[in-house]
């Protein structure tokens, strides 16, 4: 079974982009270009963004944070990294917050339209693969495979593009 796995997640990161075994993709939390300041959350509240239980940046607007699709590879390292959670394990948690009046971020099914999504709405956050960062969005908080931080770690990102 475990070869199995194993096996699947070679598979796995051959085929998505950006993502290897050996070096996992470096996560930016980005907001849009035209935001006038840099870090709308620090990030210690990256994770209360998302859970929804910090609703405004420390500007006062109020805050959309964006995910991936549950079953995007990027969302599962983003959730088990930042939330300590699974994609999974949260549908009891937003059902429940449902009947609260508090919804879920917003989700997309790509990178690309991560990157659309939070260009052009009002106070979105969302995250990508660090490399595909372009002049629409700007980084503020980058999530490595053991650790989230306010300064840019060193990236290797490859020059091919699929």
């Known amino acids: 079974m475990r ?4 096996s699947i997640w070679i598979i796995v990161a051959g085929i998505v982009p950006g993502f290897a075994l050996a070096d996992e993709p470096v996560i930016a939390v980005i907001v849009s270009a035209q935001t006038a300041y ?6 210690n509240d990256l994770s209360s ?26 969302r599962l390292r983003f959730s ?5 959670s699974s994609p999974r394990s949260q549908v009891g948690y937003w059902n429940e917050q449902y009947f609260h009046g508090i919804q879920p971020p917003y989700t997309v099914e790509s990178q690309e339209a991560m990157i659309r999504y939070v260009a052009y709405t009002e106070s979105a956050i969302g995250y990508i693969d660090a490399c595909k960062v372009d002049e629409r ?26």
């Open 3 to 6: 070869l199995k796995l194993f």
């Open 38 to 43: 840099t870090v709308p959350v620090a990030a």
């Open 49 to 74: 963004v998302y859970w929804r239980k910090k609703l405004y940046d420390n500007h006062g607007k109020p805050l959309h944070p964006a995910n991936l699709s549950s079953d995007h590879p990027l």
């Open 80 to 84: 088990q990294q930042v939330l300590h």
């Open 137 to 162: 969005v700007k980084p503020v908080i980058w999530v490595t495979a053991n650790k989230i931080m306010g300064e840019p770690p060193a990236l290797r990102c490859s020059t091919v593009t699929p």
